[in-house]
């Protein structure tokens, strides 16, 4: 059994930050990697950050490069998604995931709204 609870999402301004958190419960310990994914209304559901626990390796989808950071913290089986200069089509709620021997978890999810 996993468990993947996000905190930290909100409501800020164009240009303002906000740092989600992800902490992982349960059997986790065969974790490959562990990444963010993003779905505005109306939209499908994309790949925004991942980090493979391994070694750190960082992936970010094109629009979030160089704005966002996705780090981790092994001993608190945690993940973050450090988020700077936010714009407005950043708006989504934003869910972490994390692939164990090729399952797919998902936390509920963190509603973030950035306005103009």
């Known amino acids: 059994q996993v468990q993947l609870v996000e905190s930290g999402g909100g409501l800020v301004q164009a240009g303002g930050s906000l740092r989600l958190s992800c902490a992982a419960s349960?059997?986790?310990?065969?974790?490959?990697?562990m990444g963010w994914f993003r779905q505005a209304p109306g939209k499908e559901r994309e790949f925004v950050a991942a980090?493979?626990?391994?070694?750190?390796?960082?992936y970010y989808t094109d629009s979030v490069k160089g704005r966002f950071t996705i780090s981790r913290d092994a001993a608190k089986n945690t993940v973050y998604l450090q988020m700077n200069s936010l714009k407005p089509e950043d708006t989504a709620v934003y869910y972490c995931?994390?692939?164990?021997?090729?399952?797919?978890?998902w936390g509920q999810g963190t509603q973030v709204a950035v306005s103009s």
């Open positions: 995931n994390i692939e164990i021997l090729g399952h797919a978890y």
């Open positions: 349960g059997r986790t310990f065969s974790s490959y990697a």
């Open positions: 980090i493979i626990w391994s070694d750190s390796t960082t």
